[in-house]
């Protein structure tokens, strides 16, 4: 998943509207002190944050600040005399903002990965300001005069295809955002955004303390049985952090799933951190979220039939690569056949398992991943515990995700000690080129803590752009359990995946080659920013990889062959599942989003329930990877109508790995093609003409069903060597572990 730094919304429209509330802004400004370390560039290396000198309260002062000063430079646009250019409006535009952006960047990474009660506070009294900032500038007439102005001659301005990109861009998110309406639909647009800033900001509050508070305690550890050593004793750990001292607690991730229901024994356990984590914001307390995202979802609808738009849904897509919901929902439903019928396969077998081994229950979603791991150890002889000793983190980074990107990019990676950091867990390293030349700087943050958002993600601090002479500080930032002290830090090969994915994030940024910051990097759509990060997770198995990282920490042996041979011969095993309740949460969100203005607000719970039976899929066995209450994505990082982004970018993905294959695989050449013709480009082109050009054709479904190991017509690829059997009947093999899902 990639974090956007949001802005929020509030009534301001044009020079009349915003000198009425222009004051206090301005005099944040007059008042920011020299001192405050946002006041001017930071000094550090590619003006990296200088977090050693950042207090949390001085945020909100350059906040207010940033935003007064943007509007000073906006107005000096507007009232130019001479007539609008290229350079004196739209690169003017691109220049602006700065001070703005270095403080909200360092904010809102903060926000997500460390946050305290102070930046919580800053965050919901500043939502409406920064709404506020961001209608004085769309729906500024004066300013949209003159974009108009050059967007209808473009034609005759000589303009390079980087300019014109640019300007079509800024003309039509202008229109998208409401320059167009009547002064009166203004008002109301500028009253829904500030509406939807707070509503979004008051969820994503509810839910990090609704996660927190849902963890699951334990006074017993027999309860614990099936959990490793080491799992165990993080769980003590994580109880002692919370003042109860001899008790174990289980925090919860992002997902439905929780990583220890794979190898938790105790059947009422399992069910109890299950329910723990479906029930977590919908317990009709202060962090119950249900009325909220109702809310939300009746506000975009409504500024969707505002903006001309038959609902919110239509609204999304109209820039993204797909373009309309009818061909998201398609691409949707040439899945859900061949996955369902995937996943009634995996549903009988796990029940043929229950009682094989002396069940007589039905199969419940906290029993899916338990027996699940019985028959991936039967069939594939596949024992998690076996893996984990191959997977230490550190040298997963470095001689895994580096190596890969050095082997494809050429790119070479040096620790950086003396940088400051948020969190003393976060490391930082520079990345170079093969010559040596700088790129940029990479922080990353994996360990889980209860004042983090759940997931994973990847946005910068400093944004790259040739006009203003800057170069990418990107971070990434996980969820993964720390070890106990003294422990070594081994991770699952799922966990090893989402390193990969948000490492393909920080592909894209680091590679952007762009002169103007609003087509930069991964300034892309949410269907295609997925694709670069899908991509680079087919790394984590590639032959000459993975023997390089996968390495047993205590003897030093490269994993046996014998070993890689079973993960990838159990790659496709439980899809039905995987695929499935990805698939069911796109549903759900573009159900919520295809919610017309006439049909008001919602009964989150019942809605929910139409919603999943409407997928077809199998929603009581494997309910979605995300409930409506806690579905963070699309209530609170931007991907509203756009989670079917992660499947369709599979789908690119499929395809652009199947393209290397044809072509030799992992080397420098074809790394540098992509580099080239995907990662470096930005959204200076259209995506799907991009896309062509470097695939030789447009994207299909079959190579994603393909990596599924499923035919179109639902039945199962029989794999190289022999063909798939349908069950191989129940095992009693005890279940070993297996960790938690990517968080993406």
Not at 34 to 44: I, M
């Amino acid at each position: 998943m990639r974090l956007f730094a949001a802005t929020a919304t509030l009534m301001l429209l044009s020079s009349s509207a915003l000198a009425q509330t222009a004051p206090a802004a301005a005099t944040a400004r007059a008042t920011l002190p020299a001192s405050n370390p946002f006041a001017q560039p930071s000094s550090l290396p590619l003006q990296a944050p200088p977090f050693d000198r950042i207090k949390s309260s001085d945020y909100a002062p350059a906040l207010l600040a940033g935003m007064a000063a943007q509007r000073a430079e906006i107005t000096a646009i507007t009232r130019a005399r001479s007539a609008p250019t290229f350079e004196n409006t739209i690169a003017a535009l691109e220049r602006s903002g700065r001070l703005l952006e270095r403080a909200s960047m360092a904010f809102y990474g903060v926000v997500g990965a460390n946050t305290d009660d102070t930046l919580q506070k800053t965050q919901a009294d500043l939502a409406p300001a920064f709404a506020a900032h961001q209608d004085a500038i769309n729906l500024d007439p004066a300013l949209f005069a003159r974009v108009k102005t050059l967007y209808d001659a473009r034609s005759t301005l000589g303009l390079d295809p980087e300019q014109l990109q640019v300007l079509t861009l800024t003309y039509q998110n202008m229109v998208r955002a409401g320059a167009l309406l009547s002064p009166a639909d203004k008002i109301t647009l500028s009253k829904y955004n500030a509406d939807l800033s707070t509503l979004e900001t008051a969820f994503q509050q509810k839910l990090l303390a609704a996660a927190k508070a849902g963890a699951l305690v334990i006074d017993d550890k027999a309860k614990l049985a099936g959990l490793s050593d080491a799992e165990i004793a993080a769980a003590a750990d994580a109880a002692k952090a919370r003042g109860m001292a001899g008790k174990y607690v289980l925090t919860l991730q992002n997902t439905t799933q929780q990583p220890e229901l794979a190898t938790l024994k105790d059947r009422a356990t399992r069910e109890a951190l299950f329910n723990a984590s479906w029930t977590r914001a919908v317990k009709g307390d202060a962090n119950d979220t249900r009325d909220t995202i109702a809310q939300i979802a009746l506000l975009r609808a409504q500024k969707a039939k505002l903006l001309g738009f038959a609902t919110w849904a239509d609204y999304v897509l109209q820039d993204q690569m797909a373009k309309t919901p009818k061909t998201a929902l398609g691409f949707m439903q040439q899945l859900g056949t061949p996955v369902a019928a995937e996943q009634r396969r995996e549903a009988a077998e796990l029940q043929a398992q229950i009682k094989a081994t002396g069940g007589n229950f039905q199969l419940k979603p906290w029993d899916w991943d338990f027996y699940s791991e019985q028959v991936r150890k039967s069939r594939y002889d596949l024992n998690q515990d076996e893996l984990k000793p191959y997977f230490e983190i550190n040298k997963v980074l470095t001689d895994g995700v580096f190596y890969a990107a050095n082997q494809l990019y050429g790119l070479t990676f040096k620790r950086r000690t003396d940088l400051p950091v948020y969190q003393p867990d976060v490391m930082v390293y520079e990345v170079d080129e093969a010559d040596g030349t700088l790129v940029g700087l990479m922080y990353f943050d994996y360990w889980k803590r209860d004042n983090k958002n759940g997931g994973a993600w990847m946005s910068n601090f400093v944004n790259q752009s040739k006009l203003l002479g800057t170069k990418p500080v990107i971070y990434n930032v996980a969820n993964f359990t720390k070890p106990a002290a003294g422990q070594p830090a081994l991770i699952s090969f799922d966990d090893v995946t989402t390193m990969f994915h948000e490492f393909g994030h920080a592909l894209h940024g680091l590679f952007a080659n762009q002169t103007y910051p609003s087509v930069s990097g991964t300034n892309t759509a949410r269907d295609f920013v997925e694709f670069p990060s899908q991509f680079n997770e087919h790394w984590a198995l590639d032959a000459k990889v993975l023997p390089h990282y996968a390495v047993n920490y205590r003897t030093g042996a490269v994993i046996p062959q014998a070993l890689v041979d079973k993960i990838k011969r159990a790659g496709t095993f439980n899809s039905g599942y995987s695929f499935g309740e990805a698939l069911a949460a796109a549903e759900m969100d573009m159900s919520w989003h295809s919610l017309t203005a006439a049909q008001g607000k919602q009964n989150a719970d019942a809605f929910e329930t139409q919603a999943l039976a409407a997928t077809g899929l199998d929603v009581a066995d494997v309910p979605p990877r995300y409930r409506s209450s806690y579905f963070l994505h699309i209530w609170g990082n931007g991907y509203s109508a756009g989670y079917y982004a992660y499947s369709w970018t599979k789908m690119l993905s499929a395809n652009a790995f199947n393209w290397f294959e044809q072509h030799g695989g992992m080397t420098r050449a074809n790394g540098q093609r992509f580099r080239d013709m995907i990662l470096s480009k930005g959204h200076t082109e259209d995506y799907a003409p991009m896309f062509r050009a470097f695939n030789g054709a447009d994207p299909q479904v079959a190579p994603l069903l393909s990596d599924l190991g499923l035919n179109a017509d639902g039945s199962r690829i029989a794999p190289a060597g022999g063909a798939m059997p349908v069950s191989d009947g129940p095992v009693t093999t005890a279940p070993t572990a297996k960790a938690g899902k990517t968080g993406k």
